[in-house]
């Protein structure tokens, strides 16, 4: 099940059983170790939708997935590494500036026939493009998330746990901080991304 560079794959959050989004990537490189996946600016995703139309950010009871195209479009370079609860992201803006790292909280990648498989925790960091500073993200959301029964307290920890194993990643420049990725460019050989049939079948 190995992918090779430049297949397309989805990338997908699965909640409680069922496909909670469907993001179309480009396969950069999949080792045993790390999974490196690339989302050009601009691409649509299935994202979930409440019955009364408003996009979710937290899993409720019911929701339907739709297309939804990112505003403002940014470019993802997106590293994960087998056993690791995240993913290091690095943004760029449809010309190609650097934005902002983004360390997304999650379980590591599960391989599936599709693409790969998360859990999204909620809780997230952001890094400065040249790694002087970081804050965390969605505090809150995560704080929610835990009243509403989503997750358990205990849970919350293990994330904030594991963000704070990303920033050692990022204090000693070990990988993907070993280098400087802004200048990184896709292969233009690369068809844009599309999703697999059967990425909604769990």
């Given at each position: 099940?190995?992918?090779?560079?430049?297949?397309?794959?989805?990338?997908?959050?699965?909640?409680?059983?069922?496909?909670?989004?469907?993001?179309?990537?480009?396969?950069?490189?999949?080792?045993?170790?790390?999974?490196?996946?690339?989302?050009?600016?601009?691409?649509?995703?299935?994202?979930?939708?409440?019955?009364?139309?408003?996009?979710?950010?937290?899993?409720?009871?019911?929701?339907?997935?739709?297309?939804?195209?990112?505003?403002?479009?940014?470019?993802?370079?997106?590293?994960?590494?087998?056993?690791?609860?995240?993913?290091?992201?690095?943004?760029?803006?449809?010309?190609?500036?650097?934005?902002?790292?983004?360390?997304?909280?999650?379980?590591?990648?599960?391989?599936?026939?599709v693409g790969f498989d998360s859990v999204?925790?909620?809780?997230?960091?952001?890094?400065?493009?040249?790694?002087?500073?970081?804050?965390?993200?969605?505090?809150?959301?995560?704080?929610?998330?835990?009243?509403?029964?989503?997750?358990?307290?205990?849970?919350?920890?293990?994330?904030?746990?594991?963000?704070?194993?990303?920033?050692?990643?990022?204090?000693?420049?070990?990988?993907?901080?070993?280098?400087?990725?802004?200048?990184?460019?896709?292969?233009?050989?690369?068809?844009?991304?599309?999703?697999?049939?059967?990425?909604?079948?769990?």
């Open positions: 099940m190995r992918r090779r560079p430049g297949d397309s794959v989805a990338l997908r959050e699965i909640w409680r059983g069922r496909v909670w989004s469907a993001v179309p990537a480009t396969v950069v490189q999949d080792r045993d170790d790390e999974q490196r996946l690339f989302v050009p600016a601009g691409t649509s995703w299935k994202s979930p939708r409440a019955s009364d139309g408003r996009w979710l950010r937290l899993p409720e009871a019911e929701w339907s997935l739709d297309d939804r195209t990112p505003e403002p479009a940014r470019a993802v370079l997106s590293f994960a590494f087998a056993g690791r609860a995240f993913a290091v992201m690095l943004f760029w803006d449809e010309g190609w500036r650097p934005l902002t790292w983004y360390v997304n909280l999650q379980a590591p990648l599960r391989r599936t026939p999204d925790h909620v809780l997230d960091l952001l890094v400065a493009p040249d790694r002087s500073c970081w804050e965390w993200k969605d505090e809150n959301e995560l704080e929610d998330a835990v009243r509403r029964g989503l997750f358990t307290p205990g849970e919350a920890q293990a994330f904030r746990a594991d963000g704070e194993a990303a920033l050692r990643l990022l204090v000693e420049g070990r990988p993907p901080f070993d280098r400087d990725w802004t200048g990184w460019r896709p292969d233009p050989a690369w068809s844009p991304p599309s999703l697999p049939a059967g990425w909604d079948r769990i």
